[in-house]
């Protein structure tokens, strides 16, 4: 195959089929605007180029049957979600449906050396089965600032020793294939985008709350990432001057008050005072707590851990009610380790955001729970890659 399009005319037809599915080629160069023999000349040199093929013929609409155009069933992306404690690997087709999955637990403290080498390792066990022969490309999300020109992690809180550590260039060298490598709040954003609750929403905010705490901005249906890469790092916004230290160097962060990290902090404080019995009895158990056991606590009741929620929540939604009035999404959505604690998390944050936004900014806002959870970054990866791969060069003009 081809490593890229030719023209812009092609790179919108495949766009085209992979975000909409096959259509026909009266349907095609309805959507593209093509005379029926540039459509024609297009996709014949697609199909030369093993990016397109048959799907047979679509139903009559009162003349010659028109035939059907698909992606190429060889067509294979590779997304990569590496968390703050785990791996995530996927293998899409080339409308990214997921055709295998991997997860290992790994934390990033382990090292830029070990993780990727259990990214590659998850990846070969799902390619033993013969599912991807070939790969086209890989898209891969880290949990720190990314410098997405040049693929690398900037200054990373809690990544120790991935400063700057070329991490496309090793994972294209490994695979032998593009690799774009972006915040992993970016790729959920993406995955939402494409195959979650977003699909139809231009303008749109996912805020992740793990163990950090993050945003991705997509405006007119495309990613914002800013000048240099850091836009929607929320988790730094600072709320009280004097407030707890954070992982940043700076205190009072929100991440401080409200992720997994500060979660379980604030946990183990309660049971080692034992104002809660339910924390205090995980606790004996493992000698350490999680977010997940707070999730566990809330789930039989227990006060404490209730409290320690909603006010993560509220601290949260002051946050998020300042980026809602600044830039007026029509969708926020929530996911991340933390949101598992689903809707009481959610209640918290969406008090907080319309008692203090506008009118005007909340009046048809649906701030929701991700429907793709774990699912959403990898998905995010293979679109983030193949958004590349299926794209012209830069510089192309348009013929």
């Not at 026909?24 to 593209?32: I, N, P, Q, T, Y």
């Not at 550590?165 to 690799?179: C, K, N």
């Not at 946050?319 to 600044?326: E, G, K, P, R």
Request: glycine share 14%; with cysteine; charged share 20%.
């Amino acid at each position: 195959m081809a490593s890229r399009p030719e023209n812009p005319q092609q790179g919108r037809l495949l766009r085209l089929l992979r975000d909409s599915g096959p259509h026909s080629r009266a349907e095609l160069g309805e959507a593209l605007k093509l005379s029926r023999s540039k459509l024609a000349h297009e996709i014949d040199r697609l199909t030369e180029l093993e990016f397109v093929e048959s799907g047979g013929f679509a139903a009559s609409r009162g003349g010659r049957r028109s035939s059907i155009v698909r992606l190429s069933k060889h067509l294979r992306f590779v997304g990569v979600d590496i968390g703050a404690t785990s791996v995530d690997v996927a293998i899409t087709d080339g409308q990214l449906d997921v055709l295998g999955h991997g997860n290992a637990e790994i934390g990033v403290h382990n090292g830029p050396d070990a993780v990727l080498d259990t990214a590659l390792d998850l990846l070969s066990k799902l390619r033993a089965d013969g599912t991807a022969p070939d790969i086209h490309g890989a898209g891969v999300g880290i949990p720190g600032p990314v410098s997405f020109r040049d693929g690398a992690p900037v200054a990373p809180p809690i990544m120790p020793g991935w400063d700057q550590y070329p991490v496309r260039e090793t994972m294209s060298q490994a695979l032998g294939v593009p690799v774009q490598v972006d915040n992993d709040v970016n790729l959920m954003a993406l995955g939402e985008l494409h195959a979650g609750v977003a699909r139809s929403v231009d303008d749109f905010l996912l805020v992740k709350i793990g163990t950090g705490i993050g945003c991705g901005i997509v405006v007119g249906g495309e990613l914002h990432r800013g000048v240099s890469g850091s836009a929607g790092d929320i988790g730094h916004i600072q709320i009280e001057e004097n407030g707890p230290p954070c992982a940043c160097g700076n205190s009072g962060c929100l991440e401080a008050y409200a992720s997994g990290t500060a979660l379980a902090r604030d946990a183990m404080a309660a049971a080692r005072a034992g104002s809660s019995p339910r924390l205090t009895e995980l606790f004996e158990k493992s000698g350490a707590l999680s977010a997940a056991d707070v999730t566990d606590a809330v789930s039989v009741g227990d006060p404490v851990a209730v409290q320690l929620l909603r006010s993560g929540g509220h601290r949260v939604g002051q946050v998020l009610a300042s980026l809602v009035s600044f830039f007026n999404p029509g969708l926020v959505v929530v996911a991340g380790g933390v949101a598992g604690a689903g809707h009481a998390l959610l209640a918290e944050m969406r008090s907080a955001v319309y008692r203090r936004s506008l009118p005007l900014a909340t009046g048809n806002l649906p701030i929701v729970l991700s429907e793709l959870a774990a699912a959403a970054g990898v998905v995010g990866g293979a679109r983030l890659i193949s958004d590349q791969v299926l794209s012209v060069p830069r510089g192309i003009e348009e013929r």
